[in-house]
């Protein structure tokens, strides 16, 4: 062969390589985070426009629907600790069963904490709105049928709803009357916790565990299940 042919033949053969090594779900350059947070736009501004949001934002919302919010939000918290405890013992990759740990014992922490709060013996004992019966069942399925990364994917709009919620109401310095303390330890625009979250979606799949458009279906249930239960449905 002449140098020229060769050194195309070469080309040829290493792209034709990259391809049968480079997952096909990864584009490059591309943040798999970023991509499942603009697709769910409308859904964000939809728990934006919610009755428990509006209410905490107007300090108008009623005490009995914002004690119904928080004992059935306990009883999430619980629930979603259940899962992380699933998917961890079906998780073989090591980093990924540290940051799992990591959150079983922070939403651990929480619903404890939750449950001295509003007086829960039994969490199995409360009975749940359709909304967050709905979301736990999600969190509960992803966790028992699909592959473990699929988890985060499934936590990250409520780690990230929250505080985006709280610079759209301007949690930092708005006063909402009786629920000022609690937005601003809940709705906090400065928490960036949730950028773990994305990390390990966007290492999932730039290492090819996870696939973008089951990611996407995932994301958008989770998000719409924040919109449902904010709405106190």
């Known amino acids: 062969m002449r140098p020229g042919l060769t050194t195309l033949w070469f080309w040829s053969v290493l792209a034709a390589i990259c391809c049968l090594i480079i997952p096909k779900n990864t584009v490059s350059g591309e943040k798999l985070s970023d991509y499942l947070w603009s697709e769910t736009n409308e859904l964000q501004q939809a728990a934006l426009d919610t009755y428990v949001v509006q209410g905490l934002k107007n300090g108008s919302l009623d005490p009995s629907d914002f004690g ?3 004992v059935q939000d306990a009883i999430y918290t619980h629930s979603s600790k259940e899962s992380i405890d699933v998917t961890i013992g ?5 980093d990924l069963k540290q940051f ?4 079983a014992k922070s ?5 404890i904490d939750l449950f001295k709060q509003w007086h829960i013996d039994d969490p199995h004992g409360i009975k749940l709105g359709s909304a967050c019966e709905n979301y736990t ?8 049928t699909m592959e ?7 936590m990250v709009p409520c780690v990230k709803l929250w505080p985006w919620i709280g610079t759209q109401i301007k949690a930092d310095f708005n006063s909402f009357g009786v ?3 609690w937005i601003r330890e809940n709705f906090d625009p400065e928490y960036k916790g949730y950028q773990v979250y994305d990390l390990m979606v966007d290492d999932a799949y730039r290492e090819g565990t996870i696939d973008k458009d089951i990611a996407l279906s995932v ?3 989770s998000m719409k299940g924040e919109v449902d239960f904010f709405g106190l449905l």
Do not use: C, G, I, R
Request: aromatic content about 16%; overall charge positive; hydrophobic content about 35%.
């Open 137 to 144: 069942n999600h969190l509960s399925n992803v966790a028992k």
């Open 107 to 111: 939403y651990e922490s929480l619903y």
């Open 68 to 70: 119904a919010y928080m």
């Open 100 to 103: 799992l740990q990591e959150k």
């Open 219 to 221: 994301y958008v249930a």
């Open 179 to 181: 629920y000022t303390k």
């Open 148 to 154: 473990p990364a699929y988890l985060v994917v499934a």
């Open 90 to 94: 079906k998780t073989t990759d090591p």
